[in-house]
């Protein structure tokens, strides 16, 4: 009886431990269903990485969530898993996150065509030039050869060739091939003859070349557009190529914003309709060309966003380039007596055209190189914008500024450089400038300290695409051959900080988007890229070679 009681006790206490684990489970099981009824949705969680937020206080962090295209919350890896059903994580494996750059100052669209011509960038004699010709005419039979890249100060003899050779050697094709910067062209005769310049065609704003009393084939700023003109016209499918090869180009250099410096309403209406079939995805900010067609179809209306394309400014070039002695200056130029450049449009045609974009809600980005461009531009723009604090007009490449002219920049007139060309123009600046003038040229630090920001990009494809040459030659002011050894002119060289400001948020800032992009915060834009080495900490002379392991647009990964 005592052993029948003794079972009988041995197997409540059992039946009663069961029921307290059985009452745990269930409570475990409705707890757990009600953490995770409780938990918002988000559709990727980074984490494991070094993220630059760049947000106001530059603050760094560990992990982040984006839902639907944007960021969702930064924080820790631990706790977002517990506040968030996540549908998809990435680790990032201890590498560099930022957010994705954005190029202050390029020419998207001229790149894509840029790579169905003959590229003669990085050429060293003018005979390498017309080799590049020769195999490309080769492969390609082009009726009318066109390419982009030449520049005569990389070469022994540092002039400007002639056609001859190329009439020579292609007496029935025509050629015409852009100098690196866009401002001067060669042309041989039968382009010549199909643009219908002779030696007496008249111009203004630039050059047709002649010596004793022939034409040279050079061709310098506003004249250049006749022999553009002579070209035929890409069709729909090379221009939907030339965009979609930009793309492909700019994805794998971490760019997730572009500023196309300059297009006609054709190429903003092709590129709004591939962002709506999905095909185009990066975003771009449109500075429409100053041509009167232009000017009348947008100004009177109000300007154009969508969450991928920006229509909200109007280019104007208000002189030519450094290297074809096209900037305008107030002094004559150190290397050629009597040669001050020349602005491309009267002066009264700048400044009616400027009131014009005052009275309407565009912005004014107006290029100017020499320091007699930039006075015309910013005494303008200061009049103008006296009284109207928030137009954030700009002043594209701002390259060479009197010393009494840099009072005029703030954030309502803004710099917007490309670095590069300090380190591609340094070899010969100075003899174009003078010692003194040149104090006042590619001055990014001085520019930085009295607008208190600065945009940067590259220029693209008068320099490279790549954006770790823009930050190289920014903080280190030499080119990747380290040289000079000491910097050229240091002192004008912007931190990393400001750097990676310059090249997302403060870009964002010039194009009236940094509440939407530019940094890595709640509520914008899931644009980031992750780098293979941290551009903040790797020793300098390592930044030109950084690569972009993967770029995100919208939290979809598109590199």
């Known amino acids: 009886m005592r052993l029948y009681r003794a079972h009988f006790l041995f197997l409540y206490k059992i039946i009663i431990e069961m029921k307290k684990i059985l009452l745990v489970c269930l409570l475990s099981i409705a707890f757990i269903s009600c953490n995770s009824e409780d938990k918002a949705e988000a559709d990727l969680l980074v984490f494991n990485a070094e993220i630059y937020t760049v947000d106001d206080n530059f603050n760094t962090a560990e992990a982040f969530v984006t839902k639907d295209g944007r960021f969702l919350e930064i924080g820790n890896a631990e706790e977002l898993q517990t506040k968030y059903n996540i549908a998809e994580t990435l680790d990032a494996g201890g590498k560099s996150v930022f957010p994705g750059f954005i190029d202050g100052h390029a020419h998207f669209y001229g790149l894509g065509l840029q790579q169905q011509r003959v590229d003669l960038a990085g050429t060293k004699s003018f005979e390498e030039v ?76 630039g050059d047709i070349e002649q010596k004793n009393g022939e034409l040279t084939g050079i061709i310098i700023d506003n004249p250049m557009g006749l022999v553009t003109n002579a070209q035929p016209a890409p069709s729909t499918k090379e221009q939907i190529n030339a965009l979609l090869d930009a793309q492909k180009l700019s994805f794998k250099y971490g760019l997730t914003t572009v500023v196309d410096a300059g297009i006609d309403k054709q190429t903003i209406e092709l590129m709004d309709s591939l962002h709506k079939d999905g095909s185009l995805k990066i975003r771009l900010y449109a500075m429409i060309s100053n041509t009167p067609e232009n000017l009348d179809h947008y100004l009177d209306k109000d300007p154009i966003k969508t969450e991928r394309l ?37 002066v009264e045609d700048f400044k009616e055209t400027a009131e014009r974009v005052a009275a309407s809600k565009f912005q004014l980005n107006t290029h100017a190189i020499g320091d007699s461009a930039n006075y015309m531009v910013l005494e303008t723009y200061d009049k103008l914008l006296a009284n109207d604090e928030d137009r954030r007009w700009r002043v594209e490449h701002a390259q060479v500024i009197d010393e009494e002219d840099f009072k005029y ?19 010969w600046a100075k003899d174009r400038l003078g010692e003194e003038r040149v104090q006042g040229a590619y001055a990014y630090k001085k520019l930085l300290d009295e607008a208190g920001i600065i945009a940067l990009g590259t220029d693209f494809p008068v320099e490279e695409v790549s954006p770790f040459l823009t930050f190289y030659a920014a903080v280190a002011r030499q080119d990747t051959d380290n040289y000079p050894e000491d910097g050229f002119m240091k002192e004008q060289a912007l931190s990393r900080e400001e750097t990676l400001k310059g ?45 972009v392991l993967e770029t995100y647009v919208n939290g979809e990964k598109v590199y």
Request: aromatic content about 10%; charged content about 30%; hydrophobic content about 35%.
């Open 503 to 547: 090249m997302t948020i403060w870009a964002a800032y010039a194009n009236f988007e940094e509440e939407e992009k530019g940094s890595i915060e709640a509520g914008k834009f899931a644009d980031f890229i992750i780098l293979d080495k941290d551009i903040m900490k790797v020793d300098k002379s390592e930044i030109p070679e950084i690569e």
């Open 130 to 205: 017309v080799q590049r010709i020769v195999d490309f005419q080769n492969k390609r039979n082009v009726e009318f050869i066109t390419g982009r890249g030449w520049d005569q100060n990389d070469w022994e003899k540092k002039e400007f060739p002639n056609k001859d050779t190329l009439d020579q050697l292609f007496p029935d094709t025509p050629i015409a091939l852009t100098r690196i910067d866009g401002h001067a062209l060669l042309a041989n005769q039968a382009a010549l003859d199909k643009a219908g310049i002779t030696t007496r065609t008249s111009f203004s704003g």
């Open 409 to 427: 920049f703030s954030k309502n007139i803004i710099p917007s450089v490309q670095p590069t060309h300090a380190t591609s123009d340094m070899y």
């Open 310 to 346: 920006n229509v909200r400014s109007v280019k104007f070039y208000g002189d030519g380039a450094l290297g074809s002695r096209g900037a305008a200056l107030k002094e004559e130029y150190s290397d050629r007596a009597g040669h001050f450049g020349a602005l491309l449009s009267p």
